[in-house]
T-cell receptor, first 111, second 112 residues
């Protein structure tokens, strides 16, 4: 099956710093989503991005489907950005699409 | 707007007891529904998905089952829980092919 790898696995930042999270996938996919899992476990949708670049405030994402990777940029990080960031690739699995999750990047932003 | 509800939020159950987790979606019809499990704080694994009433597909063999008795209701069950069933269970929905997935708030299950 498809492999979805995220790097780095863990990241510690000082408040105000910028960071780049990477998601590599081993096969062609229909689409890709980025999520932020907050300390209470809730998965927050960040981006739904099959290709190209999208921006939402301090966050932006770029997916290069032909090279099988996606990047999530966080600028001017805040303590509320802490949590686990997941990418999930969307694959057609018969009757419906399926999300296959990466292993996540655990981000800790220190004041 | 569409919303998804999961309950309960937390659950502590003894080994061998039954389980029923419920997920409902509001504001849409004929959604695709999914159950995921997250163990040890990382990595979500797809357990079941459903494209319609009574249509259930299982991704991995396990001690759990799923049912979809109504269009917007998805239930995760077990007849006898195992310690290994502990984890964080999340329900998700999409409106069809190539559409964004949204997740409920999850149920944290501890089997003791």
């Amino acid at each position: 099956g498809i492999q979805v790898e995220q790097s780095p696995p863990d990241l510690i930042l000082q408040e105000g710093a910028n960071s780049t999270l990477r998601c590599n996938f081993s096969d062609s996919v229909n689409n890709l989503q980025w999520f932020h899992q907050n300390p209470w476990g809730q998965l927050i949708n960040l981006f739904y991005i099959p290709s190209g670049t999208k921006q939402n405030g301090r966050l932006s994402a770029t997916t290069v489907a032909t090279e099988r990777y996606s990047l999530l940029y966080i600028s001017s990080s805040q303590t509320t950005d802490s949590g686990v960031y997941f990418c999930a690739v969307v694959m057609y699995g018969g009757a419906t699409n399926k999300l296959i999750f990466g292993t996540g990047t655990l981000l800790a932003v220190q004041p | 707007s569409q919303t998804i509800h999961q309950w309960p939020a937390t659950l502590v159950q003894p080994v061998g007891s039954p389980l029923s987790l419920e997920c409902t979606v509001e504001g849409t019809s004929n959604p695709n529904l999914y159950w995921y499990r997250q163990a040890a704080g990382r990595g979500l694994q797809l357990l079941f998905y459903s494209v319609g009433i009574g249509q259930i597909s299982s991704e991995v063999p396990q001690n759990l089952s799923a049912s979809r008795p109504q269009d917007r209701q998805f239930i995760l069950s077990s007849k006898k829980l195992l310690l290994s069933d502990s984890g964080f269970y999340l329900c998700a929905w999409t409106t069809g092919l190539n559409t964004e997935a949204f997740f409920g708030q999850g149920t944290r299950l501890t089997v003791v």
